[in-house]
Antibody
Framework: VQLQQSGPGLVKPAQTLSLTCSVSGRAITSRGYFWTWIRQLPGKGLEWIAYTYYTGNTDSNPSLENRVTISLDPSKNQFSLELTSVTAADTAVYYC?????????????WGQGTKVAVSS | EIVLTQSPDTLSLSPGERAALSCRASQSIGSSLAWYQHKPDQAPTLVIYGTSTRATGVPDRFSGSGSGTDFTLTISRLEPEDFAVYYCQQSSRSPTFGQGTKLEIK
């Protein structure tokens, strides 16, 4: 399984951050798999953002106050993240991740990371 | 939310020494704990999952132990490539990470 991220590296304040993770080596609708977004804020640690299950069920970090949408696109074998109303505090490196040879909600496969700056 | 607290924040050791990194959970998480190694400008890599199972390709100098709320990652003999930031992460409920321990060369 490999994950390839795409999306802009610069987003204006109050706009929506949109990132996509293309999956190869497994169908995203494969039974039992979760697909996750994680970020690293500057000078800080890792923060789980959200995940989507292969069924399309989702969960997100309450600290992001309902600004997060995560979705599957089986036709493209991709999953996506949208984060609305961004501020400078959302500047971070964003990663998509999943479990291939590890239990659910542990992450042995990662995308390459996308450095996103929120700035006008 | 389950809060994970790692200690120490920074650990300064020399190659060949033994490292012990601690992670404490705010409530019991059974054995649902993983450890990641994170180097600058790279994605994190999974080192340990299920408290003590090494991920694919991880050398046996890495070991994990603990249960409930207290966990330890041990690196028996540090190699130069082991110096990095290490995060613990619980998978008992919605995932959370510790704040990280920076393992630096003394």
């Amino acid at each position: 399984v490999q994950l390839q991220q795409s999306g802009p590296g610069l987003v204006k304040p109050a706009q929506t951050l949109s990132l996509t993770c293309s999956v190869s080596g497994r169908a995203i609708t494969s039974r039992g798999y979760f697909w996750t977004w994680i970020r690293q804020l500057p000078g800080k640690g890792l923060e789980w953002i959200a995940y989507t299950y292969y069924t399309g069920n989702t969960d997100s970090n309450p600290s992001l106050e309902n600004r997060v949408t995560i979705s599957l696109d089986p036709s493209k074998n991709q999953f996506s993240l949208e984060l609305t109303s961004v501020t400078a505090a959302d500047t971070a490196v964003y990663y998509c991740a999943t479990a291939d040879n590890s239990p659910s909600h542990t992450f042995d496969i990662w995308g390459q990371g996308t450095k996103v700056a929120v700035s006008s | 939310e389950i809060v994970l607290t790692q200690s120490p924040d920074t650990l300064s050791l020399s190659p060949g020494e033994r490292a012990a990194l601690s992670c404490r959970a705010s409530q019991s998480i059974g054995s649902s704990l993983a450890w990641y190694q994170h180097k600058p400008d790279q994605a994190p890599t999974l080192v340990i999952y299920g408290t003590s199972t090494r991920a694919t390709g991880v050398p046996d100098r890495f070991s994990g132990s603990g249960s409930g709320t207290d966990f330890t990652l041990t690196i028996s003999r540090l190699e130069p490539e082991d110096f990095a930031v290490y995060y613990c992460q619980q998978s008992s409920r919605s995932p959370t990470f510790g704040q990280g321990t920076k393992l630096e060369i003394k």
